[in-house]
T-cell receptor, first 111, second 114 residues
Framework: KQEVTQIPAALSVPEGENLVLNCSFT??????LQWFRQDPGKGLTSLLL?????REQTSGRLNASLDKSSGRSTLYIAASQPGDSATYLC??????????FGTGTRLKVLA | SAVISQKPSRDICQRGTSLTIQCQVD?????MFWYRQQPGQSLTLIAT?????????ESGFVIDKFPISRPNLTFSTLTVSNMSPEDSSIYLC???????????FGSGTRLTVV
């Protein structure tokens, strides 16, 4: 059974710092992995989608990497801003149309 | 990617009543999904909504409590029936044209049952 874990659970950093969020999954047989952002009480916004054949994806200040064999993905945020404050979720797709979500990392960027 | 309009965005409901949540997608999608997110928790899949057939429910969720409709390829509803305070959560719908293309989410419905 696929399990997805995110570390750290919460993170507080000063503005301008580069930071790394981690996502681990137990079954490496995945089709893709998706990173989402969730603002308090809101829905999910897709940030990056990495297919199993890819190593990384980039969008602006965000870079996500995938190491399927070790069951890990990282989301790198460069030059963090207060507007980046949110909960970040990773989700793994292993087929049968189901996404398994991680536990989330709650990020706070201090001005 | 598809854009999903979900409503209502929030509601406060009395115990024992029902609430129907609607999701409209701006394009035809193969699969739609309904999730629940309890306070401080991650997302839990309630059911997969298939057009033209019964929804497929995950363990711990039943049709009598969470009836779902999927009348066409762009629309779905979830009803939370006979509500209790334990149903207070964020409910989210999601859509995909196929798992390889990732998933899009609605803006969520924040439900409080008093």
């Amino acid at each position: 059974k696929q399990e997805v874990t995110q570390i750290p659970a919460a993170l507080s950093v000063p503005e301008g710092e580069n930071l790394v969020l981690n996502c681990s999954f137990t079954d490496s047989a995945i089709y893709n992995l998706q990173w989402f952002r969730q603002d308090p009480g809101k829905g999910l916004t897709s940030l990056l989608l990495i297919q199993s054949s890819q190593r990384e994806q980039t969008s602006g200040r965000l870079n996500a990497s995938l190491d399927k064999s070790s069951g890990r993905s990282t989301l790198y945020i460069a030059a963090s801003q207060p507007g980046d404050s949110a909960t970040y979720l990773c989700a793994v797709y292993s087929g049968t149309y189901k996404y398994i979500f991680g536990t989330g990392t709650r990020l706070k960027v201090l001005a | 990617s598809a854009v999903i309009s979900q409503k209502p965005s929030r509601d406060i409901c009395q115990r024992g009543t029902s609430l129907t949540i609607q999701c409209q997608v701006d394009s035809q999608v193969t699969m739609m999904f309904w999730y629940r997110q309890q306070p401080g928790q991650s997302l839990t899949l309630i059911a997969t909504a298939n057009q033209g057939s019964e929804a497929t429910y995950e363990s711990g969720f039943v049709i009598d409590k969470f009836p779902i409709s999927r009348p066409n390829l762009t629309f779905s509803t979830l009803t939370v029936s006979n509500m209790s305070p334990e149903d207070s959560s964020i409910y989210l719908c999601s859509a995909s044209t196929g798992g390889d293309y990732g998933y899009t989410f609605g803006s969520g419905t924040r439900l409080t049952v008093v």
